[in-house]
Nanobody
Framework: QVQLVESGGGLVQPGGSLRLSCVAS????????MGWYRQAPGKERELVAA???????NYAESVKGRFTISRDNAKKTVYLQMNSLKPEDTAVYYC?????????WGQGTQVTVSA
């Protein structure tokens, strides 16, 4: 079993920054993908960014140039640095770990961008 715990969400003004963290624990093999998804009220959950074991990453078009995903394999932790935040970035952000055919989700952390 794999557990994911997110932290770092909160309230920030437009143009501000936040850094999300997600720590994984449990039985985790060497090759896995970690990513961040978000779900705004009334909308479907969407991929924000993901990073593979080798460091290759991909981003949603809406966050390119503003968000940066990174991971520390030794700490089994993935980060999402969010800069130049916009009100439309407001959502619950979820961490996900994909390993083989299994996917594991964190409980989510609220990010609110508002003046």
């Amino acid at each position: 079993q794999v557990q994911l715990v997110e932290s770092g969400g909160g309230l920030v003004q437009p143009g501000g920054s936040l850094r999300l963290s997600c720590v994984a624990s449990g039985t985790i093999y060497r090759l896995y993908v970690m990513g961040w998804y978000r779900q705004a009220p009334g909308k479907e959950r969407e991929l924000v960014a993901a990073v593979g074991s080798g460091g290759a990453s991909n981003y949603a078009e809406s966050v390119k140039g503003r968000f940066t995903i990174s991971r520390d394999n030794a700490k089994k932790t993935v980060y999402l640095q969010m800069n130049s935040l916009k009100p439309e970035d407001t959502a619950v952000y979820y961490c996900k770990l994909d390993m083989g055919s299994s996917g594991y989700w964190g409980q989510g952390t609220q990010v609110t961008v508002s003046a």
